[in-house]
């Protein structure tokens, strides 16, 4: 059974930086596309990044695109999210999953990561 565990989320002043990252284990992660993804209070949970299995390709949402960069490791098994000039609308639980050809995720979520970006 496929297991996601996200880390390194925390509290950040606006234009601070943060690194999260998501181990997986259960599935040959080397054969799927990965994405972050994030949820604000009271909204619905929105996609944040992706990138390709073999790591050449990637896509950001417009809000973030400048700013965070994705990558992974597959001999770690771990994906990353590198945050940089933090907005306090930045402020979510992110989360990562596999993903399909529509950035759609394909697995059970984790229990996230708490990214808190004060004024």
């Known amino acids: 059974q496929v297991q996601l565990v996200e880390s390194g989320g925390g509290l950040v002043e606006a234009g601070g930086s943060l690194k999260l990252s998501c181990a997986v284990s259960?599935?040959?992660?080397?054969?799927?596309?990965m994405g972050w993804f994030r949820q604000a209070p009271g909204k619905e949970r929105e996609f944040v990044a992706a990138?390709?299995?073999?790591?050449?390709?990637?896509s950001a949402a417009d809000a973030v695109k400048d700013r965070f960069t994705i990558s992974r490791d597959n001999a770690k098994n771990t994906l990353y999210l590198q945050m940089s000039s933090l907005k306090p609308e930045d402020t979510a639980v992110y989360y990562c999953n596999a993903v399909d050809s529509r950035a759609r995720p394909l697995w059970p979520w984790g229990q996230g990561t708490q990214v808190t970006v004060s004024t």
């Open positions: 990138i390709s299995w073999g790591g050449g390709s990637t």
């Open positions: 259960g599935r040959t992660y080397s054969n799927y596309a």
